[in-house]
């Protein structure tokens, strides 16, 4: 594993949102949903492509809070032009469980 210095680390901007929208996505070579997600004042609202529907319901998803890489540049994922990289990780059967604060912490929250 190659190490980083901590400059390094403070390059990623990762911050906290909440999903205001979930839809599902078909079209999309893996299933996935889209999902728009509120990172307050600063930031706004910004759109993106999971493939988290292992666990996940759209329905079931707004109001969640999640954390997100919001410097990346825009990426187009089929049909959808993806603003930021929602985080998660992959369980024992690589179903995708999304990252996110156990407590509520005000929209648009640096990680640090």
């Known amino acids: 594993m190659a190490e980083i210095t901590y400059d ?4 990623v901007d990762i911050r906290v949102g909440r999903v205001t929208r979930a839809e599902p996505y078909p079209e ?3 299933p996935a949903i889209k999902l728009w997600v ?19 319901d759209p329905a079931a998803l707004v ?3 999640v954390m997100a890489v919001v410097n990346f540049p825009p990426r187009q994922i089929g049909k959808v032009m993806s603003e930021v990289l929602v985080l998660g ?7 995708v469980v ?3 604060p156990d407590k509520p912490v005000p929209d648009g929250a640096r990680m640090h």
């Open 98 to 100: 999304l990252i996110g």
């Open 8 to 11: 390094d680390f403070l390059k």
């Open 89 to 95: 990780l992959s369980d024992d059967t690589g179903g």
């Open 63 to 65: 109001g969640k809070q």
């Open 28 to 30: 999309a070579r893996t």
């Open 38 to 56: 509120d990172f307050g004042p600063e930031i706004g609202e910004k759109k993106s492509s999971a493939q988290i529907t292992a666990h996940y």
